[in-house]
């Protein structure tokens, strides 16, 4: 195995260089070590413009040109993976008011009771901003996509176990692949560690240093959209959180502590639920009432700062080189933010290329559509042409855009794969295949990403065993594997869902499970 680049993890900063670097002509691997996205790119809150964070005193929607002209740009490679979404900052005094960013327009109380009529009583008005949100997890397939497309190879549930080096140079990876125990060394003159909160650790095991400011967020996901606009509010602790609707869901979002344990057990905790709740109950009462269906973890990993909190650490990234410590050909991509991606991505690029002491070659990115971005897709006209209902059309177009035809036309050939798997989610059998056969889909639950299998409040009730046979056939697991695949999806959604119940509900959860485990042992 030769190749030009080795990139170490599968978040967006990974696949984002995989496809620049495959784009510019490079011969390139990704190893991942679990599903792609599984870090923090399939765990963060979305905004490309700032989210709740553009209120805060000072800032603005326009404060970050970059984030706001790679909001353009996404918007115009993947435009079915970024939907707009109208913000309000509510306020209830005049100085709190005056104290939120001075730029954005203002409504009155009048004004926001009609737009959102389930906030507390006392509102004095609120500020507008116009924000828009990216689907990590789906951005993250798009660019696998894409990179594969162009020759990358990417690897998925194969970790990076050690970073081969030789006269103080980089020659290559040895890799191990978690599912069939396969290992090897792929060769490469350049290596691109891009493994997020994972980085420090694995510094260490290759006798590097790199230090980062790691931490962890979470968002609570409850049943149903409670309100129709984005909410920005202030957390009993003055911390910057939202509510917002997504699909048939509403997030609340996000707790940010430091977390200083293996990122692979960053789970959300009852108390960051109630931390969440309580806030968010102050502003719309009815979060109280809501059936939460499960807690989103994701690890984050800023650059090293010694003294400002979490909230106040910078979002910027960085490339650091490890010539110095012997390790010539090695650079580490750390920080950043999803909104940013293509363009870290890009400077990721140029500096491989400086390192392979290439010529340097244009960057594509910004105008090669991701798949399914090419051409805007018509989710009604998809709906009459393939006898579907409206909504399972366009919840198809919002995940896989202009490929949602190709998707369509596989039930078209074989009529079985029109079977709706889950109601809620819009999931076609053909979907699931689809997946199967384009996404770099390994194991069942690579499923909760490619088309959001179990995720929703039943936790797959309906849909996990039928998926489980479609992808046993499409991927060639026999019975025995069949089984286990489905336990594993169902057990990670048992570890989404446990933070959310309360001490009596969960131990009931915990009994039954108990009971379940042993039947048919
Ligand atoms: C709660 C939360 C909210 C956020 N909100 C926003 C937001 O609103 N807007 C925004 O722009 N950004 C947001 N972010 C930040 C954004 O998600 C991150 O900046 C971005 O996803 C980082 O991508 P990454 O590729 O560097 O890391 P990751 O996505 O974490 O990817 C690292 C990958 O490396 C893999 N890996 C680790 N070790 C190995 C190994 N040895 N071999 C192979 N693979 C390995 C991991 O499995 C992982 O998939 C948020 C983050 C969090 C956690």
């Not at 005094?93 to 409504?107: F, H, I, K, T, V």
């Not at 792929?186 to 260490?204: E, I, Q």
């Not at 929703?456 to 089984?483: F, H, N, S, T, Y």
């Amino acid at each position: 195995m030769e190749f030009d680049l080795i990139i170490l993890g599968g978040g967006l900063n990974g696949l984002g260089t995989a496809r620049d670097a495959a784009l510019r002509g490079l011969r390139v691997l990704v190893l991942e070590k679990g599903d792609l996205g599984g870090g923090a790119s399939g765990s963060g809150s979305g905004w490309l413009r700032g989210g709740p964070r553009a209120f805060a005193a000072g800032a603005g929607p326009g404060d970050d040109p970059l984030a706001a002209g790679e909001a353009g740009v996404l918007e115009a490679i993947a435009p079915h993976l970024v939907s707009r979404v109208p913000f309000l900052r509510p306020f209830a005094s005049r100085d709190e008011g005056d104290a939120l960013a001075s730029g954005a327009p203002r409504l009155g109380a009048e004004a926001l009771a009609a737009l959102e009529p389930g906030l507390s009583p006392g509102l004095l008005g609120a500020l507008a901003h116009d924000d828009r949100a990216v689907d990590g997890p789906r951005l993250c397939v798009a660019n696998a996509r894409s990179a594969r497309d162009h020759g990358a190879e990417v690897r998925p549930w194969t970790e990076a176990r050690e970073v081969v080096r030789q006269d103080g140079r980089v020659v290559g990876v040895r890799w191990l692949d978690a599912l069939t125990g396969e290992s090897g060394l792929a060769r490469a003159p350049a290596v691109l560690d891009a493994t997020g909160a994972w980085a420090p650790g694995l510094a260490r095991r290759n006798g590097l240093a790199l230090r980062l400011r790691p931490g962890k967020g979470v968002h609570l996901v409850l049943a149903g959209r409670l309100t129709t606009h984005a909410l920005a509010f202030g957390a009993v602790d003055g911390r910057a959180l939202f509510l917002a609707p997504r699909g048939g869901e509403t997030w609340l979002g996000a707790t940010e502590g430091g977390f200083y344990g293996d990122p692979d057990d960053v789970e959300a905790t009852q108390d960051e639920v109630a931390y969440l709740l309580e806030g968010a109950a102050a502003l719309l009462p009815a979060v109280r009432e809501a059936r939460a269906t499960r807690a989103v973890a994701g690890p984050r990993a800023s650059r090293f700062e010694w003294g400002p909190g979490e909230e106040a650490l910078s979002r910027g990234h960085a490339l650091l080189d490890h010539a110095a410590e012997g390790a010539a050909g090695l650079l580490s991509l750390v920080g950043g933010q999803l909104s940013t991606a293509r363009a870290q991505a890009e400077a990721a690029t140029d500096a491989v290329l400086r390192a392979l002491g290439r010529p340097a070659v244009a960057c594509r990115t910004r105008e090669v559509a991701l798949p399914g971005g090419e051409t805007p897709a018509d989710a009604a006209a998809l709906a009459a042409a393939h006898g579907i209902a409206p909504l399972v059309a366009a919840r198809l177009v919002a995940r896989q855009g202009a490929l949602a035809g190709e998707v369509l036309r596989l039930a078209d050939d074989d009529p079985r794969l029109g079977l709706l798997l889950c109601r809620e989610e819009g999931i076609l059998a053909a979907e699931v295949v689809h997946a199967c056969r384009h996404e770099l889909v390994r194991r069942l639950r690579d499923l909760r990403t490619r088309c959001r299998l179990a995720v929703g409040g039943c936790g797959g009730l309906d849909c996990a065993r039928a998926a489980a046979q479609l992808a046993g056939r499409e991927l060639g697991w026999d019975a025995e594997r069949v089984r286990a695949e489905l336990a594993d999806l169902l057990e990670v959604g048992w570890r989404e869902r446990r933070a959310v119940l309360d001490g009596a509900q969960l131990a009931q959860e915990e009994l039954l499970r108990g009971a379940h485990w042993g039947v048919g042992r």
